[in-house]
C-alpha cells in the first residue's frame, strides 16, 4: 500500500469534487467513505496477532491476508454497514465500498518486483492480477502522501471559500 | 418496549454469517498459503526447487554478498544470497526481489524493490497519525448508540 494518508486524501478528493454536484453526498457520507479506503488495511491487525499465532492457537493454518483482497474487504464493509442504522446501511455501504476499491485500485500501482501485482480479487481467482502493475512507487516512497495531501489540501479549501460547496 | 433493536434478530443473523464468511476465507486461504511452493518448502528441499521462478522479499542479513532472509516462522529463514544484485544496501533494509532460485541457496534476480528504512519509519508514522484523524472525523459526524450497538449520524 502506499500510507494510510494517500489513501484517505485521495478518497476524499474524489469524493469531495464529486460531492459538488451529487448534493446528497454530504460530509458523514464522506466520511465514511474516507473510512472505507482503510477497509483493506485491517489486515493490519497482523502487526499485533500475527496469523502464525492464531494458527497456532486454531491448531489450523490460518491467514489475515483475505482482508487485504476483495473478498475479505467487501465483507469487512458489509460488516460494518450493519452497524448503521437500516435506512443508512446501503449508502453507507456503497461509500464503503468506493473506498476499498479505490485503496486496491491505488495499491495495484505499486512498485514490486516482477511483471504482475497479487492475488488482489480473492476468492474469485488466485490469478495474480497483471494489469495496473505500473510500478509508479514504493509503498514506502514519501511523495505520494505530499501530492495527494496538496491535492486534498487544495479540494478542501476550494470546498469551503467558494460556491463549489454550498449547498 | 419489546426489542431495542426492531431488526435486531436479522442484524444478528446477518453479521453471524459475514462473521463465518470471513473466519472461511482466512482458513482457506491459510490452508493454500501452506502448500508448496512457499518458502518452508524452499527451505525444507531446496535442491527441487532449483530453477523455480518466484518474487520473494525480506531483510537484508549480510552485505557482501548480499543475502536476505525469507522468514516462514517465528525464528525460522530460508538464508538466499542474491546473485545479479548490485544495488548497494545496509543490513536491515526490506527488500523484494523477482527471479529465479539458483543451485546452493542464491537467487538470481531480474527485478528489485529497496525500501529505505528511514522511509518506512515515515510510512508508519504517518499511517497512525492518519487512524487517528479518520476516527476523529468519524466521531465527529457519528455517534455510537451503545443501547441499540449502532452508529447514528450526530444531524439526526
Known sequence: MPDFFSHVAVAYVVLQITAW????????????GLAGALVPDA????????????????????SWSPLHRLGGAVVTAAIASL?????????????????????LA?????????PYTYDMLYPLTDW?????DLDLYLSSDYWPSVASGAAAAAVFALTRYTALGDD | ???????????????????????????HYG???EQCPNYECYAADYDAYVGQTDRVGGPVIDTSPVTIALDYAPGEALELELVGFDRSVTEGTQLG??????PNRTFRVEDSVVHPPTNQRYMYGISALTMLLVAALGLRYWRFDARRATFVRRDR
Open chain 1, 21 to 32: 454536484r451529487v448534493r446528497w453526498l454530504d460530509t458523514p457520507l464522506i466520511v465514511v
Open chain 1, 43 to 62: 489486515v493490519k491487525i497482523g502487526l499485533l496477532v500475527p496469523s502464525y499465532e492464531v494458527a497456532a492457537a486454531l491448531g489450523r493454518p490460518f
Open chain 1, 83 to 103: 452497524l448503521v442504522e437500516r435506512d443508512q446501511r446501503r449508502v453507507v455501504f456503497g461509500l464503503l465500498v468506493f473506498g476499498l476499491l479505490s485503496h
Open chain 1, 106 to 114: 491505488l495499491d495495484a500501482l505499486l512498485a514490486r518486483p516482477g
Open chain 1, 128 to 132: 495474480p492480477v497483471p494489469f495496473l
Open chain 2, 1 to 27: 418496549m419489546t426489542l431495542s433493536l426492531p431488526d435486531g434478530g436479522r442484524r444478528a443473523l446477518l453479521l453471524a454469517v459475514l462473521i463465518a464468511l470471513q473466519a472461511g476465507m482466512a482458513l
Open chain 2, 31 to 33: 490452508g493454500q498459503a
Open chain 2, 97 to 102: 526481489v523477482y527471479g529465479t532460485l539458483a
